[in-house]
């Protein structure tokens, strides 16, 4: 994965959260883990901004697996 510019802002965050990439390279999914490695929620993204919301989300920790067409990066998010 070359240079793939990942943003993740606010984070931590008490709402949501945005994620930005270069607009060459957008996300293609984003999935949402807990820290046992189960998949709570994924969401097709096709683009390079994406908005996740916490509604489903309680406090804590959690991964984001972002995948584009050449990899997938992971970052640890965190809700207040």
């Known amino acids: 994965l070359e240079q793939v510019a990942l943003k993740v802002m606010p984070n ?20 949402i883990y807990n820290l046992a490695g189960q998949m709570i929620k994924s969401h097709v993204v096709n683009a390079s901004q994406f908005q996740l919301d916490r509604t489903y989300l309680n406090t804590g920790m959690y991964i ?6 050449d990899g997938i990066l992971a970052k640890k998010i965190i809700f207040e």
Do not use: D, L, R
């Not at 945005?18 to 996300?27: A, I, L, Q």
């Open 64 to 69: 984001a697996k972002v995948k584009f067409t």
């Open 12 to 31: 931590p965050s008490a709402g949501s959260m945005v994620f930005t990439s270069k607009e060459e390279n957008p996300m293609q999914q984003v999935e």
